[in-house]
């Protein structure tokens, strides 16, 4: 079993930025492809950006491109979502989630490839 816990979460202006965290406990963090999801009210869980297990390789969607960086400290158990030039559309929970399936360069974009996920975390971006 593993479990992923979110923080980092908040209000912040548009043009603001917000660093969002994934703790994973319970299998070895290492082996894991890591994934980034958000879910906007009455709107379909979106796919945001994915990391493989040795971080080598990483997989934005167009609309968060230049904006967010995934990173990950396998040292530390723990995923990261730096997210700068915040915009009012990306107001939503933020979702980790995790993935033991692949090797060391994959990384998932599909949400039912992914095994575990965190309760989510709320990021309101104000206009």
């Known amino acids: 079993q593993v479990q992923l816990v979110e923080s980092g979460g908040g209000l912040v202006q548009a043009g603001g930025s917000l660093r969002l965290s994934c703790a994973a406990s319970g299998r070895t963090f290492s082996s894991a492809t890591m994934g980034w999801f958000r879910q906007a009210p009455g709107k379909d869980r979106e796919f945001v950006v994915g990391?493989?297990?040795?971080?080598?390789?990483?997989y934005y969607a167009d609309f968060v491109k230049g904006r967010f960086t995934i990173s990950r400290d396998n040292a530390k158990n723990t995923v990261y979502l730096q997210m700068n030039n915040l915009k009012p559309e990306d107001t939503a929970v933020y979702y980790c989630?995790?993935?033991?399936?692949?090797?060391?360069?994959?990384?998932?974009?599909?949400?039912?490839?992914?095994?575990?996920w965190g309760q989510g975390t709320q990021v309101t971006v104000s206009s």
């Open positions: 990391i493989s297990r040795n971080g080598g390789r990483t």
């Open positions: 989630a995790a993935s033991f399936g692949g090797n060391w360069y994959t990384v998932y974009r599909q949400s039912n490839e992914y095994d575990y």
